[in-house]
T-cell receptor, first 113, second 114 residues
Framework: AQSVTQPDIHITVSEGASLELRCNYS??????LFWYVQSPGQGLQLLLK??????LVQGIKGFEAEFKRSQSSFNLRKPSVHWSDAAEYFC???????????FGAGTTVTVRA | NAGVTQTPKFQVLKTGQSMTLQCAQDMNHNSMYWYRQDPGMGLRLIYY???????DKGEVPNGYNVSRLNKREFSLRLESAAPSQTSVYFC?????????????FGSGTRLTVV
């Protein structure tokens, strides 16, 4: 069975500082991996995705993520956060022969001035 | 281009009442999904419809029913609401054969059962 673990429930970061959100997945084959962002009261917006090729993927809003097969990880990074990055972030994994995504519990990011 | 539209946005029900959550997408997507979001648990799949005319159970289907009315619409029904069904419900859709594109989500329905 596929699963996702986001070890950090809540992260506080200063504006302008770097941000890294951790994601570990469990899946037997090459997974499809996604990061979504949810602003308060809103739906989920796709930040970036990985399913093959270059293991460093670029997304919207200046985010990037690196797929590390040996560590079963897909961590999300941003070099310099903005106050508008305060939101909840979800990592998700899906198999290649189906498309039922499994989501992590989410990481809430607070940005302080 | 509205994407995925969910109605209502908010609802309060009494225990035992029934209601239907509506979802419609205008992107000609084949697959549609219903998730519930609870604090500390992420999103859990309730039901999904891989294509028009088919529906399948997800991780937490008990207490729910769905109808894929046509290609655009996928409704979720609570026949007898329980406080444990208090949650935020998200509908999503995906284009068939486009696994790498991810889901498109609606803005959610916040349901409270008292």
């Amino acid at each position: 069975a596929q699963s996702v673990t986001q070890p950090d429930i809540h992260i506080t970061v200063s504006e302008g500082a770097s941000l890294e959100l951790r994601c570990n997945y469990s899946y037997g084959a090459t997974p499809y991996l996604f990061w979504y962002v949810q602003s308060p009261g809103q739906g989920l917006q796709l930040l970036l995705k990985y399913f093959s090729g270059d293991t460093l993927v670029q997304g919207i809003k200046g985010f990037e993520a690196e797929f590390k097969r040996s560590q079963s990880s897909f961590n999300l990074r941003k070099p310099s956060v903005h106050w508008s990055d305060a939101a909840e972030y979800f990592c998700a994994v899906g198999p290649s022969n189906d498309y039922k995504l499994s989501f992590g519990a989410g990481t809430t990011v607070t940005v302080r001035a | 281009n509205a994407g995925v539209t969910q109605t209502p946005k908010f609802q309060v029900l009494k225990t035992g009442q029934s209601m239907t959550l509506q979802c419609a997408q205008d992107m000609n997507h084949n697959s549609m999904y219903w998730y519930r979001q609870d604090p500390g648990m992420g999103l859990r799949l309730i039901y999904y419809s891989a294509s028009e005319g088919t529906t399948d159970k997800g991780e937490v289907p008990n207490g729910y029913n769905v109808s894929r009315l046509n290609k655009r619409e996928f409704s979720l029904r609570l026949e007898s609401a329980a406080p444990s069904q208090t949650s935020v419900y998200f509908c999503a859709s995906r284009k068939q054969g486009a696994r790498g594109d991810g889901y498109t989500f609606g803005s959610g329905t916040r349901l409270t059962v008292v």
